[in-house]
């Protein structure tokens, strides 16, 4: 498989607009500029079946093509907060190879009629920011930004914006809301943003690696591109390994090679006289799967097929070393951590699971308090404006339902080793005193 | 804050005449605010760059901010209070974050993170009376090298509890922190786990193998 993404991407400088161009870079550019109509950028957009690779996979030459028609302000805007846990490709992107995703938004401004653009990256990425920053002002030094470029009297601005260190702003509708100086909460669905989005106007909101994606789609081809991967899961993905493997790290893949080449191939597998235990498909918001499904492709459907995700590719490995009740928690803790608190089902049960886990953890617990876990997540999924609340519900009820005898054997063996409480640690645990002050 | 309660919306908002605001500070955001069609836009990129000359999201921080954008400090406040990054308490001269998500953690993260504590001499979310502010933080995007810190931007790992103390050390000395382990300086993986983990200056290579 030739790499499309991470091709020359450990190149000296490639950030920079000289290397940039001297291997290629802003062909496609100018000549979709010179010879082709938006119209048909987006139909080779739609002809690769390129899906989202953010998360939520959906085609996106086909989400460029809802943006209205007219003559408007439309926005692009990048989604390069990049904060599910375990993934960590997009900020290899933008580190080694900005202009790669610059252009990618260029053209795709161009096929839906957008004169604006915006980068949101998450702060926490403040060196790849300042690469951005760099990199956008080189482009517009050339004319690659800004009005008519090249002559060709299409016109966009770039702005590259900087969060400040919140999860949910990587949903896209609190994105937007981030981006108009406001709380990151999320929005209702309907209207899409493709309709009503940033300032109310027509919006396309795409992740950098799908962005990143759009000049090669324009050199070879939609039809081409297609080509690579599978029917449904076109092209080649980023794939960000983790968690208790010998070699973590960014991997180019075909989409549809196996579970099991990834992990154990490039990823090395895990250390030494350790076994798989359990992996995350897709970040940390994807159920739990088994060594039982390690055979199995990894592209959209097979994911979902088996009753996960295929997300922001992101897999992190958990061994036989590690306890699944500390992952539940941690994972438990990070949504509660995250929520915004807009919806009454994520708000007060990713903080209601998290007690419950953390008593399971200290020997509290009892088996019931599993069911009762279950019965939490089954009230959340589904019933929020966004998916965060699904997105700890998922992954911890998996692992509660995939797991339930270690669950079980953790409360039992922790009950046992909890000394009898004397009255005052008891009242100190219980917070009685606090109560009895009220 | 202003210290009166507002009679009016419009004396709600500080008075340039009335705040004494550094004319860098103000010249960034007054260009910051002209990007966007709408000046709220600016908000979180002008509170930050006030808390990057205050040292932290202070009320005369955000009054000097309020006043060049014309802007209420309770929404501003309001605004900054949902994110991680502005530190509404004073804060140090020199920030650790120290991932403790999930992959972190399946590495180590907690018994390095027992260390900083010790190291720093606080404990998670505090400050030291040397002006280290240590906290915990959720995936910072670069578990290739976890467990891992930013310290001030920078990623650095894989830790282990000696370059825990390495890594305080190293801050105290005012220099570069952990040189070897910053991921600013790394290959992508392919490059390196091909090179045994070592590539230049960066060396992974002891961590090969896991924890």
């Known amino acids: 498989m030739d790499e499309l993404l991470f091709h020359n991407i450990d190149e000296p400088a490639l950030s920079t607009i000289d290397v940039y161009e001297a291997r290629g870079g802003y062909g496609q550019l100018r000549r979709v500029l010179a010879d082709l109509s938006p119209d048909q950028v987006l139909e080779e957009l739609q002809a690769s079946s390129v899906r989202g690779r953010g998360g939520a996979g959906f085609p996106m030459g086909t989400k460029a093509s809802f943006l209205p028609k007219g003559d408007m302000d439309k926005y692009l805007c990048c989604n390069a907060d990049e904060s599910e846990p375990g993934t960590f490709k997009d900020r290899e992107l933008m580190q080694k190879n900005p202009h790669q995703l610059i252009e990618g938004m260029i053209i795709a401004s161009y096929a839906a009629g957008i004169n604006k653009a915006f980068i949101y990256i998450r702060g926490e990425y403040e060196q790849q920011a300042d690469i951005l920053d760099a990199a956008v002002a080189e482009a517009y030094n050339k004319g690659y930004l800004g009005e008519n470029i090249l002559g060709s009297g299409f016109s966009v601005s770039l702005v590259v914006h900087r969060g400040a260190g919140a999860y949910i702003c990587g949903e896209e509708t609190a994105l937007l809301d981030s981006l108009e100086g406001k709380r990151g909460n999320p929005r209702l669905k309907p209207p899409f943003p493709a309709n009503a989005g940033l300032f109310q106007g027509p919006t396309l909101i795409n992740n950098v690696e799908t962005l990143s994606n759009v000049s090669h789609i324009m050199k070879m081809g939609g039809a081409e591109y297609a080509k690579i991967g599978t029917e449904k899961s076109t092209g080649t993905k980023l794939v960000s390994v983790s968690g208790c493997v010998q070699k973590p790290g960014n991997y180019e893949i075909e989409l549809g090679m196996s579970s099991r080449e990834i992990i154990e191939g490039l990823a090395g597998g895990p250390p030494e006289g350790r076994t798989i235990k359990a992996w995350f498909p897709g970040g940390s918001s994807s159920p739990v799967l088994t060594p039982a499904e390690l055979d199995l492709p990894y592209d959209f459907d097979s994911m979902a097929g088996a009753g996960s995700m295929l997300g922001s590719g992101a897999i992190m490995v958990i061994d036989d070393s590690v306890s699944i009740v500390d992952v539940a928690l941690r994972t438990a803790k990070f949504y509660k951590h995250e929520s915004c608190g807009k919806c009454t089902p994520c708000r007060e049960g990713t903080s209601w699971t998290v007690k419950m886990l953390q008593r399971v953890e200290d020997g509290l617990a009892t088996p019931m308090d599993l069911d009762i876990i279950e019965s939490v997540c089954d009230q959340i999924m589904g019933n929020c404006l966004c998916v965060l609340g699904d997105a700890m519900a998922m992954p911890v009820s998996s692992m509660v339902k995939k797991f339930r005898p270690e669950f079980e054997t953790h409360i039992e063996a922790a009950r046992a080793a909890r000394t009898p409480l004397d009255e005052a640690t008891l009242a100190d645990e219980l917070d009685l005193k606090e109560l009895a002050a009220h | ?211």
């Not at chain 2, 650790?96 to 001499?121: P, Q, W």
């Not at chain 2, 009376?129 to 906290?135: C, E, S, T």
């Open chain 2, 1 to 211: 804050m202003t210290t009166q309660p507002a009679k009016r919306f419009e004396d709600a908002i500080p008075q340039l005449a009335d705040v004494d605001v550094p004319a860098e500070l103000q010249t960034w955001i007054e260009q910051r605010m002209a990007m966007y069609p709408d000046k709220k836009s600016a908000i979180i990129p002008c509170l930050m760059a006030a808390q990057k000359l205050h040292g932290w999201l202070s009320p005369e921080a955000v009054d000097q901010v309020a006043a060049v954008m014309k802007l209420t400090p309770a929404r501003l406040v309001s605004v900054a209070s949902f994110y991680d990054m502005f530190e509404l308490k004073p804060s140090g001269d020199r920030t650790i974050y120290m991932c403790t998500n999930i992959s972190c953690m399946l590495r180590g993260a907690d018994a390095v993170m027992a260390e900083l504590e010790k190291e720093v001499g606080v404990k998670n979310g505090g400050v030291s009376d040397d002006g280290i502010f240590l906290r915990s933080f959720e995936c910072l995007g670069a578990c290739d090298i976890a467990p891992m810190a930013s310290v001030d931007g920078e990623f650095v790992g894989p830790l282990t509890v000696e370059d825990a103390k390495q890594l305080v050390a190293d801050i105290r000395a005012g220099g570069e922190v952990l040189p070897s382990k910053q991921l600013s300086k790394r290959p992508v993986s392919a490059t390196l786990w091909q090179n045994g983990g070592k590539v230049g200056d960066y060396d992974i290579s002891e961590h090969v193998g896991g924890k």
